[in-house]
């Protein structure tokens, strides 16, 4: 789990755009496998819009880990 969270402190937009593709071809993959009645570039629409709302997601809980690390890392430095 260590080396994965030192590849990903590295890699940060690497990482972000690697879940970005992942949603998109999940929820492309999805929506074609429900055989729903919807045209290609309205799944495309839609699968964008999933993306996006999970990569702000992470964005967040990254900003949040970051202030978290720094702010312990300041602590650290005040004992």
Partial sequence: MEAIQ???????????GAIWATAIGTSMAYTSSKR????????????????????????????LYHHYEKSEADHGRQK
């Avoid at 030192?6 to 972000?16: A, G, N, Q, Y």
């Avoid at 045209?39 to 809980?61: C, D, E, Y």
């Fill in 6 to 16: 030192s590849w990903v402190s590295e890699h940060k937009l690497t990482s972000i």
């Fill in 36 to 63: 729903a009645p919807f045209k290609p570039s309205l799944r495309l629409i839609h699968a964008r819009m999933h993306a996006q709302a999970l990569t702000l997601a992470v964005l967040s809980g990254a900003a």
